[in-house]
């Protein structure tokens, strides 16, 4: 999942790191980037994930979330 989060590229500058699961300190010096730690689970059931890594964005109406789930090999 690591490696498939460092070829990401988000569409806007406003865009942050979740870890549901792991080492913080090691992510965050993996990605070079500052990581927040999804606590009891709280945003991945707000938003019903059920898988990660995932990725959530603004609907084209701005009213909604697209919620995409990627496989990871």
């Known amino acids: 999942q690591l490696a498939w989060m460092k070829r990401q ?3 806007t500058l406003m865009s942050k790191i979740i ?3 792991g080492s913080i300190p090691d992510t965050s010096a993996a990605l070079d ?3 927040y730690f999804d606590q009891n689970g709280v945003l991945s059931k707000r ?3 059920t898988a990660v890594p ?4 603004p609907a084209p109406s701005g009213e909604r979330l697209n ?3 990627f496989p990871v090999k």
Do not use: D, K, Q, Y
């Open 9 to 11: 590229v988000p569409e």
């Open 19 to 21: 870890l549901v699961r």
């Open 33 to 35: 980037s500052r990581i």
């Open 47 to 49: 938003f019903g994930l």
């Open 54 to 57: 995932a990725r959530i964005t």
């Open 67 to 69: 919620i995409e789930t």
